[in-house]
């Protein structure tokens, strides 16, 4: 059974920093194209950050220079670092697995609320 477990978020002030993961069990982790998605009401889930299995980064203009994204395949888990937040960085954030070579292979975990106000 695939399970992806998010866990980092809260509530933090504009300027600071939060650190997410995504734990990663019943997949080939090493395989998978991971990244992270968010998505506010009324909104469509936009995906925010990117890492291939062999490393390539990408990442959506808005957070370019403030988050980072990182996988440690040792431990099953992608990470997002996120600097410099703003309140528009408030969302519920999902992190996604997918295999490119399998489409049906495609995973997300449940979310963690990211809240970023004084």
């Known amino acids: 059974q695939v399970q992806l477990v998010e866990s980092g978020g809260g509530l933090v002030q504009p300027g600071g920093s939060l650190r997410l993961s995504c734990a990663a069990s019943g997949i080939i982790f090493s395989s998978y194209f991971m990244g992270w998605y968010r998505q506010t009401p009324g909104k469509q889930r936009e995906l925010v950050a990117s890492?291939?299995?062999?490393?390539?980064?990408g990442y959506t203009e808005p957070v370019k220079g403030r988050f980072t994204i990182s996988r440690d395949n040792a431990k099953n888990t992608v990470y997002l670092q996120m600097n410099s937040l703003k309140p528009e960085d408030t969302a519920v954030y999902y992190c996604n697995a997918k295999d490119l070579a399998i489409l049906s292979k495609n995973y997300w975990g449940k979310g963690t609320q990211v809240t970023v106000s004084l």
């Open positions: 890492v291939s299995s062999g490393g390539t980064k």
